[in-house]
C-alpha cells in the first residue's frame, strides 16, 4: 500500500495487487424428463466439457440429485443459467439450474 496524497482531510491508499472476484458455481438439477443426451450437449456446448467429463458430469447429477456444470464469476454464470434454461424451455423440458458462491456447499 502506497500513500498517494499529502491531503490532510482524506488518504487514498493503493493496492498493489487487483481483487479476485468472488465465483459461483452453475449447479445442474435432476429431474425425470429432461434426456441424457440434451444435458451432455448442454455441458458441452455452454460449459466446455469434453465429452467424457460431460457424460460423467450428466451421470453423477442423474445419480445424486445435483451437480456443478462449471464455476464462473457472478455475471458470467447468471447468464450461462440463463441461457441454457432458455434452450431447455424451447426444447420443452423441465431442467432447472442454480447458480450459488463459491464456499457454500
Ligand atoms: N434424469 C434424467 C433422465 O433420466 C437425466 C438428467 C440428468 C436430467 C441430469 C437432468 O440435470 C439433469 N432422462
Same mark, same amino acid.
Given at each position: 500500500m502506497t500513500r498517494r496524497d499529502d491531503s490532510p482531510l482524506t488518504q487514498t491508499l493503493e493496492r498493489s495487487?487487483? +481483487?479476485r472476484p468472488r465465483?459461483? /458455481?452453475v #449447479? #445442474? #438439477?435432476n429431474d425425470d424428463y429432461t434426456p441424457m443426451d440434451f444435458v451432455v450437449m448442454v455441458l458441452r456446448r455452454?460449459? /466446455?466439457q469434453d465429452d467424457a467429463q460431460a457424460r460423467a458430469i450428466m451421470l453423477s447429477v442423474h445419480q445424486k440429485g445435483q451437480g456443478v456444470a462449471g464455476v464462473y464469476t /457472478?455475471? &458470467?454464470a447468471e447468464s450461462k443459467a +440463463?441461457? &441454457?434454461t432458455a434452450? +431447455? /424451455?424451447q426444447e420443452e423440458y423441465p431442467l432447472e439450474l442454480s447458480v450459488e458462491p $463459491?464456499? $457454500?456447499s
Open positions: 495487487e487487483t +481483487a465465483l459461483f /458455481r #449447479l #445442474l #438439477l455452454y460449459f /466446455r /457472478r455475471e &458470467v +440463463a441461457q &441454457v434452450h +431447455a /424451455r $463459491e464456499g $457454500e
